[in-house]
């Protein structure tokens, strides 16, 4: 009997047993399934999210980037706190300023934007979004917050359905900041093709071409061909293309533009495509500074090369322009041998690019340089009657303290968008200085990059001088200019037996 009752006793001590361990473990599924699961963000769905010191300062969320991706903007709005924001691939950050792209808000707005030209590229796959306090607790009027409230919204951006290209055909078509800053077309390049020549005509945007075999999107470590230059009007030349499809793409490299038209031509051959000529007329460079019109403007040029970009002006009709020496030195020393000087058309528009041009003089001590145009676009032959919007020239000397001067260039800062359009600035002759190099003027017009080079003119209309430099202390600043007195005999020798 005794043993019937323990083996009783034991039987309901082992199912009280099981009991428990079916409720712990019944406790533990109702646990997991009551915890919340990894923040995701969804694309176009924006959502408010919150950052509590309390629970910990920093915030992860996960973000799925499609295959057809070329672009990813994370936005962040309404911050009632400034905050930090990073993106990394695979494993999350510790910090936003840890992951492999990170921003910070300004005035509770930020923009963090990844694409394929980023490094590392924009891969498909899940990335991981990453908001801190950036180590600082949020203070507010009466000590620390509770929390910090923010908006987040991802943006995922695509091209537009591919275009096909005839060769020797003109197409038009737009980059768009909300398709990726993508334009993409298709072509069939046949078999014994030796050249493939793409050409980007009447673009005002700074805009790259790329072409690859295929219709896969590539990004820069994948090595397309690219042609990327601070131009409008592009040539991508690729020999020997292999038979098949192929991918051009016309790409705003730096997601400035909301909209950039363009021209595209596709060829096989080597041969440029025809351009009918384009003349500026004095309506669209009118002035309203006495003394000041047509000619003074038309004669500024763009000088583009590949380590930067300036201006110039022209000095005699047969194509000879002066620049500052720095404006074409190339990284490394000597002169560049790819020089494209851009002309204005319109006062609202960036320049066309128009000429080659060589330098054919210089003087670093003055920091001069005489160059000479020497081809079309192309490096072309020039219309045997070219004759150049040329700057008459004066005195700097005969200059007085006080005098007005009139500064004409391409500064980066005179535009919102890639390519600036000519820009004038006013001033007076704040000082002068005379050095080893000669007689240099001191201004109060505003001269930055890109100016230099280009002209300074007094309020006859006559050129004194080379926007070149300026000195900033603070929030202060004074151009410098050097006049044409410190041009060297030689290279004024050269102009004048032009």
């Keep these: 009997m005794a043993t019937r009752l323990e083996a009783r006793r034991s039987h309901i001590l082992f199912s009280t047993f099981l009991g428990y361990v079916a409720f712990a473990a019944l ?31 920093v915030l992860h969320a996960q973000v799925q980037v499609p295959a057809n991706a070329l672009a990813l903007e994370l936005r962040i709005s309404d911050a009632t706190r400034e905050i930090e924001a990073g993106m ?82 003109v197409h038009d078509g737009t980059v768009a900041l909300e398709r990726a800053s993508t334009w993409v077309g298709h072509l069939d390049v046949p078999g014994g093709a030796s050249v493939l020549r793409v050409d980007l005509l009447e ?27 601070p131009y409008g009007r592009e040539t991508l030349l690729v020999a020997n293309p292999e038979p098949g499809p192929w991918t051009i793409e016309v790409v705003d490299p730096h997601a400035l533009e909301e909209r950039a038209e363009f021209r595209l031509h596709v060829a096989f051959g080597a041969d440029a495509p025809p351009e009918a000529p384009v003349e500026p007329s004095a309506e669209t460079l009118a002035s309203a500074i006495e003394g000041l019109g047509a000619a003074q403007l ?34 490394g020393g ?25 330098v054919i003089e210089h003087d670093v001590g003055s920091d ?17 009657d070219l004759r150049h919007v040329t700057a008459p020239l004066g005195d700097d000397t005969r200059l007085l303290l006080g005098s007005e001067l009139v500064v004409v260039g391409y500064p980066g800062v005179g535009t919102q968008r890639s390519r600036p359009t000519l820009t004038l600035t006013r001033g007076v002759v704040a000082g002068f200085e005379r050095s080893g190099a000669g007689f240099a003027l001191k201004s109060d017009a505003e001269i930055t990059s890109g100016h230099s080079g280009g002209a300074a003119y007094d309020m006859a209309g006559k050129l004194v001088g080379l926007p070149t430099s300026r000195v900033e202390d603070g929030a202060s600043q004074l151009g410098w200019i050097h006049g044409l007195s410190m041009l060297p005999e030689r290279i004024k020798a050269r102009i004048a037996a032009r």
């Design 298 to 331: 038309g004669a500024v040029v763009e000088v583009g090369t590949p380590d930067g970009s300036g201006s110039a002006v022209c000095v005699h009709e047969r194509g000879l322009f002066l620049t500052n020496w720095h404006v074409v030195q190339k990284l």
């Design 334 to 358: 000597g002169a560049s041998e790819d020089i494209v000087l851009s002309r204005t058309l319109d006062l609202a528009r960036p320049p066309r690019e128009s000429w080659r041009a060589k």
């Design 203 to 229: 673009a005002e945007a700074d805009l790259d071409l790329l072409a690859y075999p295929g219709h896969k999107p590539r990004d820069l470590t994948e090595r397309p061909h690219l042609q990327s230059r």
């Design 88 to 169: 990394t691939f695979g494993e999350a950050a510790p910090a936003a300023h840890a992951a492999e792209y990170w921003t910070n808000t300004e005035l509770g707005q930020a923009v963090l934007r990844l694409d394929r030209f980023s490094l590392p590229p924009l891969e498909p796959g899940f990335w991981h979004a990453t908001f801190d306090m950036g180590g600082q607790l949020p203070l507010g009027p009466r000590g620390q917050v509770d929390e910090v409230v923010f908006r987040a919204e991802l943006r995922v951006l695509r091209p537009e359905a591919a275009v096909e290209l005839a060769p020797r055909v």
């Design 368 to 384: 001069c340089a005489l160059l000479e145009v020497v081809g079309d676009r192309h490096g072309g032959p020039l219309p045997p």
């Design 27 to 57: 406790a533990g599924c109702l646990a997991e399934a009551s915890e919340p699961g990894p923040l995701v963000l969804q694309e176009a769905q924006p959502q408010v999210l919150r950052l509590r010191p309390a629970e910990g300062t």
